[in-house]
């Protein structure tokens, strides 16, 4: 199984902008779909953005339309989440997920079989 691992969290302004990664190790990474889940304080864990394996087709939650984007680098194995005009309510734990199934885009919190630890995003007002 994949290990995930985040980075790049921490606090910003609002207005500001972070970069968030994935680096996977372990397991296979090319053929399986990545994504980006949050969870506030008090929330339940919501889907952010997928990626597909490979062409790059990406789906985002209407929250993350137009300020969000997700990315990945297969030959590092790593996926990215640019997040600008970043708003208090982004506040979260981001975490990164793979597909467990490959080849596949669900979107569902289920579809997803390896999490990271998740990095804390924190937005000032």
């Known amino acids: 199984q994949v290990q995930l691992v985040e980075s790049g969290g921490g606090l910003v302004q609002a207005g500001g902008s972070l970069r968030l990664s994935c680096a996977a190790s372990?397991?296979?990474?090319?053929?399986?779909?990545m994504g980006w889940f949050r969870q506030a304080p008090g929330k339940e864990r919501e889907f952010i953005a997928i990626?597909?394996?490979?062409?790059?087709?990406?789906v985002y939650a209407d929250s993350a339309k137009g300020r969000f984007t997700i990315s990945r680098d297969n030959a590092r194995k790593t996926v990215s989440l640019q997040m600008n005009r970043l708003q208090p309510e982004d506040t979260a734990i981001y975490y990164c997920?793979?597909?467990?199934?490959?080849?596949?885009?669900?979107?569902?919190?289920?579809?997803?079989?390896?999490w990271g630890q998740g990095t804390q995003v924190t937005v000032s007002s």
């Open positions: 997920a793979q597909n467990k199934v490959s080849f596949s885009m669900g979107k569902a919190e289920g579809d997803f079989g390896s």
């Open positions: 990626i597909s394996w490979s062409l790059g087709n990406t």
């Open positions: 372990g397991g296979a990474f090319n053929n399986y779909a």
